[in-house]
């Protein structure tokens, strides 16, 4: 059974960080291109950062230069190091894996409240 399990999220005030962590049990990440999503209430699911299999990144523009996605294929995990966060990225963090044979997982979801 395939699992996506994301870690990490909180409330935190204006300005501080947070490392989200999502671990997949039951298949193995190095195949698949790995994604943190996020979505707010009354807001569509956005993408927040990509890493392909072969480590090149991209993030969307509201996260750039804050936000750094990572993966480590040994542990089957991919970190999302989020720096000066800002009330606009509370949201519930997701976590996913696809690949266009093999297919597309999602995690649970992690809350991030970004709150003075």
């Known amino acids: 059974q395939v699992q996506l399990v994301e870690s990490g999220g909180g409330l935190v005030q204006p300005g501080a960080s947070l490392k989200l962590s999502c671990t997949a049990s039951?298949?193995?990440?190095?195949?698949?291109?790995m994604n943190w999503y996020r979505q707010s209430p009354g807001k569509h699911r956005e993408l927040v950062a990509s890493?392909?299999?072969?480590?090149?990144?991209d993030y969307a523009d509201s996260v750039k230069l804050r936000f750094s996605i990572s993966r480590d294929n040994t542990k089957d995990t991919v970190h999302l190091q989020m720096n000066s966060l800002k009330p606009e990225d509370t949201a519930m963090y997701y976590c996913?894996?696809?690949?266009?044979?093999?297919?597309?997982?999602w995690g649970q979801g992690t809350q991030v409240t970004v709150s003075s």
């Open positions: 039951g298949m193995r990440i190095n195949i698949y291109a």
């Open positions: 890493i392909t299999k072969f480590g090149v990144t």
């Open positions: 996913n894996a696809f690949h266009p044979k093999s297919g597309e997982y």
